[in-house]
């Protein structure tokens, strides 16, 4: 059982880069929309003067506490319990638009590393995988009342995982004799039909990664966002974004493009669909974490930092 006093050190992906790129005005009004425990937030702050302003958005409990605590320190920084999909009510609650909006998806250390919270297939838990423990339906009752074909679907459209339906049939097998209640039970359930074929990469991966982001309702939150930028970042305004997964980005890579002026050509040249007016610029190109970071920080390795900044 995990100690609720233990602490769980999370460290900011690609910091210096985020910082760099993200960073405009010193007096602006900007959005961490995934607070987690306040690394990248507190950097921030320490570049923002008087006038600057920043809210952290999470959903998740202890980070709503390390928010609250790092408020009671700094006036400048205020904390918002919610799904990042809520600009409209953050710039209504600020009254300006958003000169920054930072988003690192995908689940963090402490969270990763508590067994508690159920995400981690190294270490036994409760398979729980929400990132509010104390709303909506748990990863364990979700595949105690799925049908084979709906948990089949979830694997391979959010995990990726090629052999799904064989990972789901042996879940609905297996839950009629008893409960999959455990993270570990779990894991070595979908080890012992995939076996250890992968080099260096546990065979629960994919399906665990599939299992979070559907319980989360993480995609959907994600196409959200991206859309309610648009309208709550001001001119000249960056959107920043860190993701860990092929899915992830390619959203995020699809809509800079359409709202850039950049369509596909299809042959002679011609676009493929009707362009949509420039609404936003790429700021440089994709970014990885740097040969260092990865030294001390392996889970950096798949993260993809991509910005752009609101134009008209």
């Given at each position: 059982m995990t100690d609720k006093g233990t602490q769980y050190e999370h460290q900011p992906v690609m910091l210096d880069e985020v910082?760099?790129?993200w960073f405009s005005r010193s007096d602006g009004f900007y959005v961490d929309g995934t607070f987690g425990r306040g690394g990248h937030s507190r950097a921030l702050l320490a570049?923002?003067?008087?006038?600057?302003?920043?809210?952290?958005?999470?959903?998740?409990?202890?980070?709503?506490a390390e928010g609250e605590a790092l408020a009671d320190e700094d006036r400048r920084f205020h904390i918002k319990a919610s799904r990042f999909d809520c600009l409209q009510d953050v710039v209504a609650e600020q009254g300006r638009p958003i000169?920054?909006?930072?988003?690192?998806?995908?689940?963090?250390?402490?969270?990763?590393?508590?067994a508690a919270r159920g995400f981690s297939f190294l270490r036994d838990?409760?398979?729980?995988?929400?990132?509010?423990?104390?709303?909506?339906?748990?990863?364990?009752?979700?595949?105690?009342?799925?049908?084979?074909?709906?948990?089949?679907?979830?694997?391979?459209?959010?995990?990726?995982?090629?052999?799904?339906?064989?990972?789901?049939?042996?879940?609905?097998?297996?839950?009629?004799?008893?409960?999959?209640?455990?993270?570990?039970?779990?894991?070595d359930l979908i080890e012992?039909?995939?076996?250890?074929?992968?080099?260096?990469?546990?065979?629960?991966?994919?399906?665990?990664q599939a299992l979070r982001i559907h319980i989360n309702g993480e995609l959907d939150a994600l196409n959200k966002v991206l859309e309610q930028s648009l309208e709550t970042l001001a001119i000249g305004g960056r959107l920043a974004i860190i993701s860990f997964h092929s899915l992830e980005d390619r959203i995020v890579k699809l809509f800079i493009r359409d709202h850039s002026g950049r369509a596909p050509k299809g042959r002679g040249g011609l676009p493929l669909g009707d362009e949509m007016p420039q609404r936003?610029?790429?700021v440089g190109?994709?970014?990885?974490?740097?040969?260092?970071?990865?030294?001390?920080?392996?889970?950096?390795?798949?993260?993809?930092?991509?910005?752009?900044?609101?134009?008209?």
């Open positions: 910082l760099d790129m570049k923002l003067d008087a006038d600057g302003r920043l809210t952290g958005i999470d959903r998740d409990p202890l980070a709503i000169d920054g909006l930072l988003l690192d998806l995908g689940v963090s250390s402490p969270q990763l590393d508590d838990g409760p398979l729980d995988m929400r990132m509010d423990p104390t709303s909506g339906e748990s990863a364990a009752d979700w595949l105690a009342r799925a049908e084979e074909k709906e948990i089949a679907d979830v694997l391979y459209r959010y995990g990726e995982e090629r052999k799904s339906r064989w990972i789901a049939k042996r879940i609905c097998e297996t839950r009629k004799e008893q409960p999959i209640t455990r993270t570990l039970q779990l894991a012992s039909v995939l076996g250890r074929s992968e080099p260096g990469k546990h065979p629960a991966t994919r399906s665990f936003l610029e790429p190109k994709a970014i990885r974490a740097s040969k260092a970071e990865l030294k001390v920080n392996v889970r950096s390795r798949s993260a993809v930092l991509r910005v752009a900044e609101k134009v008209a």
